[in-house]
């Protein structure tokens, strides 16, 4: 009960409840500028909740994506059929580029919205103090951290649309009809759509990308606050209060901007679709993928996916902010002044 790890944790819990700093825990972590502090505990948390959400986000791009033979398949079909083929290695296909994306990112997302939070609060002080700026903030950080790393979540997506088969026959010593993938690893991905389209190639559907990430990032970060400041003052440092408002608030935000995410993965992987798409033809702009998808593929295509997303949300959201308010408080990052956090 009275453990050393123990006593050390509530320790340093309560100084940072009270502002002071657990002297003897000093290191080189409290020599670091805590925008620093920010990045490494965002970065960390969004590795970890990536990886926890694999398998669900692999299945999530197959069925946006319209890849053959898994257009009819449900959930749990998916699941099987990339087990069968492709063994528990293929549940992670892709999620080398997307740790890789979503360090950046994650680190960028949280701690320029912990900048932009507090250049709002320092000059429109009109605004008040409540959630509306968490929603400005996350807003903001959002589109800055899509910007920084879209080429790796492009990356991702052509990665996980690839389909192969490690099956080997050995009456005929024939393989799987799927063809052989088009790319080999996340630098392959890089250099070749480079070569093929410059840096707009780089940045194919990045317009439906921004037009989601907008209003999701801004919705779960002022949800997530919102839904704190009712939680009662003795749960609100409990990981499950973390938890449960993180899956609220990561629900919401992605009920309303889903449509913009399904353009988003088939304009990625456009070249490698060809005329696999009906009409073969390239989505314009947002709105031309909007329209196209609805009239050509039906309505429903736009929400291909969503239970799925729906299961992998629930844990992805709640382990990210979770993890990021517990790595805040293991990097000794000092807490927001109350003023800055309750609404006026």
């Not at 009906?278 to 314009?284: A, L």
Request: charged share 15%; net charge positive; proline share 4%.
């Amino acid at each position: 009960m009275n453990s050393p790890q123990g006593s050390t944790l509530t320790t340093n819990m309560a100084g940072l409840v009270d502002g002071s700093t657990a002297r003897e825990e000093v290191s080189h972590i409290d020599c670091l500028p805590v925008y620093v502090k920010e990045l490494i505990a965002g970065g960390g948390a969004g590795a970890f909740a990536k990886t926890t959400v694999a398998p669900l986000e692999r299945i999530k791009i197959l069925l946006q994506t319209r890849t053959d033979g898994f257009r009819s398949l449900g959930v749990y079909q998916s699941l099987r059929k990339v087990l069968k083929h492709e063994g528990v290695l293929g549940f992670y296909k892709g999620n080398g580029a997307s740790v890789v994306r979503i360090i950046p990112y994650a680190a960028l997302h949280f701690m320029t919205y912990e900048r932009y939070r507090g250049w709002i609060l320092d000059n429109f002080s009109f605004m008040g103090s409540g959630p509306i700026i968490d929603l400005l903030a996350g807003s903001a950080s959002g589109g800055t951290a899509v910007i920084c790393t879209y080429p790796l979540d492009l990356a991702r997506t052509k990665l996980a649309y690839q389909v192969t088969d490690t099956r080997t026959n050995f009456r005929s010593g024939i393989r799987s009809l799927y063809p052989q993938p088009a790319y080999n690893g996340i630098r392959d991905v890089l250099t070749s759509v480079h070569r093929e389209g410059g840096l707009r190639g780089l940045y194919r559907g990045v317009g439906p990308t921004l037009a989601g990430v907008l209003p999701y990032a801004g919705l779960k970060f002022y949800i997530y606050e919102v839904l704190k400041l009712h939680v009662p003052e003795e749960h609100q440092k409990s990981i499950a209060m973390h938890l449960s408002c993180g899956a609220v608030a990561g629900l919401f935000g992605q009920t309303f901007t889903y449509p913009l995410d399904v353009v988003r993965r088939q304009m990625q992987v456009e070249s490698l679709q060809c005329s696999r798409i009906q009409g073969g033809t390239r989505y314009r702009n947002t709105l031309d993928g909007l329209t196209t998808i609805a009239r050509n593929q039906g309505w429903r295509q736009l929400f291909a996916g969503l239970s799925i997303n729906y299961i992998k949300m629930v844990p992805s959201v709640a382990v990210g902010f979770a993890s990021y308010d517990m790595m805040k408080v293991w990097l000794h990052i000092p807490p927001r002044q109350k003023s800055q956090t309750v609404s006026s």
